[in-house]
């Protein structure tokens, strides 16, 4: 992990596209702006995890919906 020291008002860059700004820090918190292309889905962790594991559920629920070998020969 890199760890950068940046004041308020500073800013951080991830390659060409991607901006990372420090907006202001309040006690133990930061705002931070970030600059990135629409195609670069931005999330804050905890949302990050809850998309994850309702993609994973959706998958398991579609998998198990799913017809078996076994059955899909007993319909012909």
Do not use: F
């Amino acid at each position: 992990m890199l760890i950068i020291t940046r004041r308020p008002g500073e800013r951080i860059m991830l390659g060409d596209d991607i901006t990372v700004h420090v907006m202001e820090i309040v006690g133990n918190s930061a705002r931070i702006g970030i600059e990135a292309p629409k195609s670069l889905p931005v999330y804050r962790e905890e949302i990050w995890v809850a998309v994850k594991e309702e993609n994973q559920a959706s998958a398991r629920a579609e998998a198990d919906s799913m017809p078996r070998p076994a059955d899909a020969g007993a319909r012909v």
